[in-house]
């Protein structure tokens, strides 16, 4: 089963998606894909502990803290290339700006057509 709540934050709504111990997506309003890799209905429940500890780890985030990714129990759904961009992302240290281009191609190189 999984579950969703909403975070009102500096750059728009997110919505969170948990399995109920792990984070599973997060999605801004209005993007592309929103909520596109869990394909099951995720029910609203917005007091679920997982949940408490992301909106706290988002709260301090735009507080400008630099909370550590690893605080946060991810367990992100998605394809190989989306896990492959998550870990990725999940590498690059708060507060550094990367080229993703360049991080990709590090671990996934670009094949002729």
């Not at 969170?16 to 309003?29: F, P, Q, T, Y």
């Not at 706290?56 to 998605?78: C, H, M, Q, T, V």
Request: glycine content about 8%.
């Amino acid at each position: 089963m999984f579950y969703k709540t909403d975070y009102n934050s500096p750059v728009g709504n997110i919505t969170l998606g948990a399995d109920g111990e792990h984070i599973v997506g997060l999605w801004i309003k209005g993007q592309k894909y929103f909520a596109d890799t869990v394909k099951e209905k995720m029910f609203q429940n917005d007091d679920l502990p997982v949940f408490q500890k992301a909106k706290n780890w988002l709260d301090r985030y735009f507080r400008g803290e630099k909370p550590e990714i690893s605080e946060l129990p991810l367990a992100p759904k998605g394809g190989e290339f989306r896990q492959m961009v998550w870990k990725i992302l999940c590498e690059i240290p708060s507060g550094h700006c990367s080229n993703s281009q360049r991080h990709l191609s590090d671990h996934w190189p670009l094949r002729p057509h």
